[in-house]
């Protein structure tokens, strides 16, 4: 069984000077759980372009994110060049460059949740939260972002944390939702 990455900070051993110039990754110096996590994702793919997009969201699914190191070995595992696989990256809004934070906040920008305060759950989560959408709290905690739709019409308006659904949502109810994430008891 693979272990997680140790790794805290982002940084992992991996370099694509570890590789050997035909891209092997059986003869790659792997010297952390990192590592092997990487090794071991590549070598379920065929070594070819069409491989890309299951190759960074198996990436991204293991480590959150998608790591400059984990990167340049896909680079040579599949010898193309970093700008594309860049350009892939970034054309598809799934996946990111930076660690994420603790619990992401999704609110519902669907017309059904539009029309009953998604809106004013927004403006409330960018108050409490002291950030704006696309944005993550300093200390990590939470991510907070828009999503089109939730599917969850009926409900609305609606706000997702960390893929669980509230329904009904006012921002008189955000408060007690972070704390609920935050370990804060909401004193009264």
Same mark, same amino acid.
């Given at each position: ?48 372009? *069409?491989?890309?997009? #299951?190759?960074? !969201?198996?990436?991204?699914? $293991?480590?959150?994110? +998608?790591?400059?190191? @984990? =990167? ?61 959408? *696309?944005?993550?709290? #300093?200390?990590? !905690?939470?991510?907070?972002? $828009?999503?089109?739709? +939730?599917?969850?019409? @009926? =409900? ?33």
């Amino acid at each position: 069984m693979m272990q997680p990455c140790r790794e805290k900070a982002g940084f992992c051993c991996l370099r694509a000077a570890h590789l050997p110039e035909n891209g092997a990754m059986a003869d790659a110096t792997l010297t952390c759980g990192c590592d092997a996590d990487i090794s071991d994702i590549l070598s379920r793919y065929p070594r070819n372009q *069409g491989s890309i997009i #299951p190759l960074l !969201q198996d990436i991204q699914e $293991r480590h959150g994110y +998608l790591r400059p190191e @984990a =990167l340049d070995a896909l680079e040579k595992w599949l010898g193309i060049s970093a700008n594309e696989i860049y350009g892939v990256a970034t054309f598809y809004a799934q996946f990111r460059f930076t660690p994420p934070a603790k619990h992401t906040i999704h609110v519902c920008q669907g017309t059904a949740c539009h029309v009953r305060g998604g809106a004013q759950n927004m403006a409330e989560l960018q108050q409490l939260l002291d950030v704006k959408a *696309g944005e993550m709290t #300093p200390d990590g !905690q939470f991510e907070l972002g $828009r999503v089109a739709c +939730l599917g969850c019409c @009926a =409900l609305a308006p609606v706000v997702s944390v960390d893929g669980h659904v509230y329904a009904r949502v006012s921002p008189k109810k955000l408060p007690a939702i972070l704390d609920e994430y935050s370990g804060e008891q909401e004193s009264q």
